[in-house]
C-alpha cells in the first residue's frame, strides 16, 4: 500500500479518528473540522458539503463515478468503507506527482526598470521623487490622458462593435500611422510598396520584426548599440536571433561615440541587420545629427546593412514629428530598404492601450503583398489579431483634421515641459555651484537624460533622498516637476560635489 | 541560381539549413563579395534586391478566408456559416447592454488613466477571472495556489503557457485532439512544443471516439502535455459526458499527464458558467496541478479587444510566485505589457453583483439562441425526410456544429445555394436565424440527395 504523504490517515485510529484525519484538501479540511470537533457523528453529510463547496456548488449526487464522491458516497455509507478505500488505491489527490512539476522553477529577477516602480510605490517618504518610470508626468507630477483622445474615445464608445480586426490589424490606423513615418505625400505608400501591420505597441512590434528576421534571414544576427532599452536583448533573444553590439554612447562626453559607431558599421560583415532609435535614444537621450545620419546611411549603402528603426518618441523629442523622422527621411532619400518599428504609447500617451506598427518597405505591392501575409503569419499564433480600441482611438484622431490639431499641439506641450525641465535642472545644477559639467542634460533629447550617475551615487539618491530612477543613471525628466526640480538637483548635486568626474 | 522558397509550412530547420547552403554556393551571392560596389550589396537602393525578395506569399487563412469569398458575393440569399463570433437574429453582430454599460462608465470616468498595466495584466481582472473559471470557493485560489495572467485572448493565453512549457517543463510533446482549432497546432510549434494527436472525433457516430481517446492518452509517455477543450469542443461540438470526464481524470493523473485547458466558451455552451467550468473544476478539485487558457471574446462578446488569461494551478504557493516570475519573462518580450481596454470592462462587469447578474442573463439568451437554432435545424431537416441521423446537431454542443458534411458537399452547397463554411462541414450556428434555417435545410437535404 502506498503511503499517501499528505494524509494524516492513522489506519488504527477510531471511526471519529479517521474521519477526522482524513485530508483532502488539508487546510480547508482542517479548517472545517476543527469546527466541527464535536459535532462529527451527526454530520453524515459533512464531507459532501465539503465538496459541494470545493466544486462551487455542483450537486454531488450528480456525478456517481468520481473517486472522490466514491469516496464520500462510501463515507456516508460507512466508515468501514472510507478504510477500504483509503488502504486501497491511492487514486485520489494527486496520488503520482507528489511534488510539483515546477518545483525547480526558479524564481524569476525583478525587471530593472518596471522594479524601480514597485519601489517608488511602496516607500512612505512625502517628498519622494519617482524618475525611473518612461511615462509622461504633467507638472503636478500626474499622468495625462491627452484631450484629443478623449474626445476620440467618446465618439467611439456606443457606437461601433467589437468585431475581431484582420490579422493586420486595422487597416485605417495602419494607413495614418505610415503617412506620419515615411511622410504625408510618401510615393511608397501610394504604390503600395510598404508591407506593414498593427502591432501590441513598440514591443509587439520589435518582436514581430524579430521573428520575421529569424525565420527568413535565419543565419542573420543583429547589431544592439550600447546601451539600449533593456528589453531590446529580451525580445531578439526570444526570437532566437543571435545579437550583437556596436558602440554608441561615449560616457566621457556623455554624447555619441560617433567613430566608434562608424567603425563598428564598417567592421561588421555586409548585409548585416542592425537597430537603429530613430530619435530620443533611450535610454542616453543621445541623437546623431543630421550630418551623421547622412554619414550612417551612406556607409549602410556602402555595407548593404539593413536598417530596422525603433521609433516610440515621435514627436516627442523636439515637438515637432515631421522633425523627429529626420532619420528615416534620411535613409528613404537614399533609397535602402528597412523597418519601422513605431508605438504610439507615449506621443498619443496611449501606454496601456498597446498600440503600434510594423512596417518593411519593400521592392514593389507584391513583394509588400507577400511580406504582409507572412507577418500575418506569424501573428496568428501570437495573439490572433490585434486589439481595437486603441487603434480606433488612433485612427479616429489622425483622420479627422481638426482633432489631428489637437493631438499636435498636445505633443508639443509634452515635449516643450520636458525641455523645460532639461533647462531647469541644468539651470539649478550649475546654479548649485557643481563643479562638473551639466551640459549633457540640455544636449540630450527626449524623455531620459543619462545622467552619467554610477550606481553608487544612484543608491545614494534613493536611500537618502528618496530619489527613484534605474541604476545606470537614467532619469526620465517626464518625472520632473517645477514642484521638484530643486530637490532634485539638490540631491544630484549633494552625491557628485566630491566626485571630480561623475 | 533560383532563390529557395519560403513559405510558412516550409520554415523546418532542414529548409532553412538548405537554403542557406544554397545561397552560399550561388555564384553570385552578394553577401559573399567583401569590398564590393553599391549596387552588389542587398539593400543599397532601388538597384539591389531587398533582403526579404524570396519570400513568398503566404496561403489565406482557412477560416477568416471564408469569410473573405461570402464578402465577394453578390447573392441576396447567401448565409455565412463560417465565422466563430455571435450574431442576433437578424444576423448582427452583438455587443451585449452590460458591456456597452461598463463602456461608459469607463469613458466618463475621468480620474482613469491610460498608464501601463504591469505585466502580469490588471490584478483585479486576473482575480475575477480565476473566481470564473475554478469557482468563488476554489481551494487552489484559497490557498494561493494558482497563479493568473492577463493575456491577449485563448490564443495568447495558449501562447504564453505553451512557451514557458517549452523552457520549463520536462515533456516536450502536447497532445492536441483530432480535429481541433486550426490554430492550436501552429501556436504550439512555434512555441517550441512537438504536436502529437488523440483520437477525439468518431465520424460514424458523430460523436465521441472515447475508445480511441483513452488509448491514446493511456500511450502517451508519462508527463506528456494534453490540450482538453473544457466545453462546446470547437470544432465538433462534441464533449465528454461529466462520466467520460472523469475517467479521463483518473487516467490522466495515473500517467501524470499535464492538462492544459482552452476554455473559450464558458457559459456559451449550455448557459450555465458553473456548469461549463466542471471540466476543469474536477481536475482542480484533485489537488494537481494545470494550465487553463481563457476567453472573453465569445461568452463578453469582446472579440477584438483581445482579452483572456492564462491561469496555471500549481501544488503550493510558493510555486505559484515563481511560476508567475517566469511568466513575466516570456511575456516581456514578446507585447510588455497587456491593453488595458477590455480587461477593464471585464473586472468592471464581474465585480459588480447587478452586472454580473445582468451578464449571465445575456449570456443565457446567446446561448439559448443557438440552442434553439439546433432544435430547428434538426426539425427542418426531419420535416424535409432528408435521409440520415442528424441528431448529432442537437447532441453537439455550443457554438459549432460538425455537420458530417463531405468537402464536395458543402462546394456544391456554396455553389447553388451560396452558403459559406468552412471544407469540413462545420457551420456556426449563431449565424443562423430562424428565417435562414429553411434554406440551409434545402441546402443540405439537396447536397446529401443530389449527390452520392
Known amino acids: 500500500m502506498k503511503q499517501n504523504k499528505r494524509s494524516n490517515c492513522n489506519l488504527q485510529g477510531n471511526e471519529t479518528n479517521l474521519r477526522d484525519k482524513i485530508v483532502i484538501s488539508r487546510k480547508q479540511y482542517q479548517i472545517q473540522r476543527r469546527k466541527r470537533s464535536n459535532k462529527t457523528s451527526e454530520h453524515p453529510h459533512a464531507f459532501q458539503d465539503h465538496f459541494n463547496k470545493l466544486l462551487g456548488g455542483i450537486r454531488f449526487a450528480d456525478f456517481p463515478y468520481m473517486s472522490i464522491p466514491t469516496l464520500t458516497s462510501t463515507f456516508v455509507g460507512g466508515e468501514m468503507a472510507i478504510r477500504r478505500a483509503m488502504s486501497g488505491r491511492t487514486a485520489v489527490v494527486g496520488a503520482r506527482s507528489m511534488s510539483s512539476w515546477w518545483r525547480s522553477v526558479e524564481p524569476a529577477p525583478k525587471d530593472p526598470i518596471l522594479g524601480v516602480t514597485e519601489a517608488f510605490l511602496a516607500d512612505p517618504n512625502p517628498d519622494k521623487v519617482n524618475v525611473g518610470v518612461g511615462a509622461y508626468r504633467d507638472d503636478n507630477g500626474k499622468p495625462v490622458v491627452l484631450e484629443c483622445v478623449r474626445e476620440a474615445e467618446r465618439r467611439i464608445a456606443g457606437h461601433l462593435n467589437m468585431e475581431y480586426l484582420p490579422m493586420g490589424g486595422s487597416v485605417k490606423m495602419v494607413e495614418e500611422t505610415l503617412k506620419l513615418a515615411y511622410g504625408v505625400n510618401s510615393e511608397l505608400i501610394k504604390d503600395k510598396r510598404i508591407a506593414a501591420v498593427q502591432a501590441l505597441s513598440g514591443t509587439g512590434a520589435c518582436r514581430l520584426f524579430a521573428d520575421f528576421q529569424k525565420r527568413f534571414r535565419p543565419d542573420s544576427q543583429i547589431y544592439i548599440p550600447v546601451p539600449t532599452w533593456a528589453n531590446h536583448h529580451n525580445i531578439w533573444r526570444d526570437a532566437h536571433v543571435p545579437q550583437k553590439t556596436y558602440h554608441y554612447y561615449h560616457p566621457e562626453s556623455r554624447g555619441l561615440d560617433f567613430a566608434a559607431m562608424m567603425d563598428d558599421i564598417k567592421n561588421a560583415p555586409n548585409g548585416s541587420f542592425f537597430l537603429l532609435h530613430a530619435c530620443a535614444h533611450n535610454p542616453t537621450g543621445v541623437d546623431p545629427s543630421e550630418e551623421q545620419w547622412r554619414e550612417i546611411s551612406h556607409e549602410f549603402k556602402v555595407k548593404g546593412h539593413f536598417a530596422f528603426f525603433d521609433m516610440a518618441y515621435q514627436g516627442f523629442a523636439s515637438g515637432d514629428p515631421e522633425r523627429d523622422a529626420k532619420s528615416i527621411r534620411i535613409f528613404l532619400e537614399d533609397g535602402h530598404y528597412f523597418g519601422i518599428a513605431q508605438s504610439y504609447a507615449k506621443n498619443m500617451g496611449l501606454y496601456g492601450q498597446r498600440v503600434g506598427c510594423l512596417s518593411v518597405l519593400c521592392e514593389d505591392e507584391k513583394q509588400a503583398v507577400a511580406v504582409k501575409s507572412q507577418l500575418q503569419q506569424l501573428a496568428r499564433p501570437m495573439y490572433s489579431n490585434p486589439p481595437v480600441h486603441g487603434a480606433l482611438i488612433v485612427s479616429t484622431i489622425l483622420s479627422d483634421p481638426d482633432l489631428k490639431k489637437v493631438w499636435l499641439k498636445e505633443v508639443k506641450v509634452m515635449a516643450d515641459r520636458i525641455i523645460g525641465m532639461r533647462t531647469a535642472l541644468r539651470g539649478n545644477l550649475e546654479k548649485l555651484g557643481s563643479p562638473l559639467s551639466w551640459q549633457h542634460i540640455t544636449n540630450q533629447i527626449g524623455m531620459f537624460c543619462y545622467s552619467g550617475l554610477t550606481p553608487e551615487q544612484v543608491d545614494r539618491l534613493t536611500n537618502e533622498f528618496h530619489i527613484y530612477m534605474t541604476r545606470n543613471g537614467r532619469i526620465s525628466m517626464a518625472g520632473v516637476t517645477t514642484g521638484n526640480v530643486e530637490y532634485l538637483a539638490t540631491a544630484i548635486h549633494e552625491v557628485t560635489k566630491s566626485a571630480s568626474t561623475c | ?452
Open chain 2, 1 to 452: 541560381m533560383r532563390r529557395p522558397e519560403f513559405t510558412s509550412s516550409s520554415s523546418s530547420p532542414t529548409d532553412r539549413r538548405l537554403s542557406v547552403l544554397v545561397r552560399h554556393l550561388a555564384t553570385s551571392s552578394p553577401v559573399m563579395d567583401s569590398q564590393t560596389t553599391v549596387t552588389f550589396s542587398p539593400t543599397s537602393g532601388f538597384h539591389g534586391d531587398s533582403v526579404f525578395s524570396h519570400v513568398v506569399r503566404a496561403p489565406e487563412d482557412p477560416i477568416l478566408g471564408v469569410t473573405v469569398a461570402y464578402n465577394k458575393d453578390p447573392s441576396p440569399v447567401k448565409l455565412n456559416l463560417g465565422v466563430g463570433a455571435y450574431r442576433t437574429e437578424e444576423g448582427k453582430p452583438l455587443v451585449l447592454n452590460v458591456v456597452r454599460k461598463a463602456e461608459q462608465m469607463l469613458v466618463n470616468d475621468r480620474s482613469r488613466v491610460k498608464e501601463y498595466l504591469p505585466i502580469v495584466g490588471l490584478a483585479e481582472f486576473n482575480k475575477l477571472s480565476a473566481k470564473l473559471i475554478f469557482g468563488a470557493d476554489s481551494p487552489a485560489i484559497r490557498e494561493n495556489r494558482v497563479t493568473t495572467v492577463q493575456c491577449l485572448s485563448g490564443t495568447g493565453s495558449l501562447r504564453v503557457g505553451a512557451e514557458f512549457l517549452a523552457r520549463h517543463y520536462h515533456q516536450r510533446s502536447i497532445y492536441i485532439p483530432q480535429p481541433t482549432w486550426g490554430n492550436h497546432p501552429k501556436i504550439f510549434t512555434l512555441s517550441g512544443l512537438s504536436v502529437k494527436t488523440y483520437r477525439y472525433y468518431d465520424p460514424a457516430t458523430r460523436g465521441l471516439n472515447f475508445q480511441g481517446l483513452l488509448e491514446d492518452l493511456g500511450s502517451a509517455p508519462s508527463g506528456s502535455i494534453v490540450l482538453l477543450h473544457a466545453c462546446a469542443h470547437n470544432p465538433t461540438g462534441v464533449d465528454p459526458t461529466l462520466e467520460q470526464w472523469e475517467q479521463i481524470r483518473q487516467l490522466m493523473r495515473s500517467k501524470a499527464l499535464l492538462p492544459f485547458f482552452d476554455s473559450a466558451y464558458q457559459g456559451f455552451a449550455s448557459g450555465s458558467l458553473d456548469a461549463d467550468a466542471m471540466s476543469v473544476r474536477m481536475f482542480v478539485a484533485d489537488g494537481g496541478e494545470c494550465f487553463v487558457a481563457q476567453s472573453y471574446a465569445k461568452n463578453m462578446g469582446l472579440y477584438g479587444e483581445r482579452v483572456g488569461a492564462l491561469s496555471v494551478v500549481c501544488k503550493t504557493a510558493d510555486v505559484a510566485s515563481k511560476v508567475e516570475s517566469q511568466l513575466k519573462l516570456v511575456i516581456r518580450p514578446m507585447f510588455s505589457n497587456p491593453p488595458i481596454h477590455g480587461a477593464s470592462i471585464v473586472a468592471t462587469i464581474l465585480k459588480d453583483r447587478n452586472m454580473y447578474n445582468e451578464w449571465t442573463i445575456e449570456l443565457k439568451a446567446m446561448a439559448d439562441r443557438i440552442i434553439s437554432m439546433r432544435q430547428k435545424l434538426f426539425d427542418a431537416l426531419r420535416a424535409r425526410g432528408t435521409p440520415g441521423d442528424w441528431s448529432h446537431i442537437i447532441k453537439q454542443i455550443g457554438m459549432f456544429t460538425f455537420t458530417g458534411l463531405n468537402s464536395e458537399q458543402v462546394a456544391f452547397m456554396t455553389r447553388e445555394y451560396h452558403i459559406y463554411m468552412t471544407s469540413d462541414g462545420r457551420i456556426s450556428m449563431a449565424g443562423l436565424s430562424s428565417k435562414t434555417v429553411p434554406h440551409l435545410a434545402d441546402a443540405i437535404h439537396a447536397a446529401v440527395t443530389g449527390m452520392s
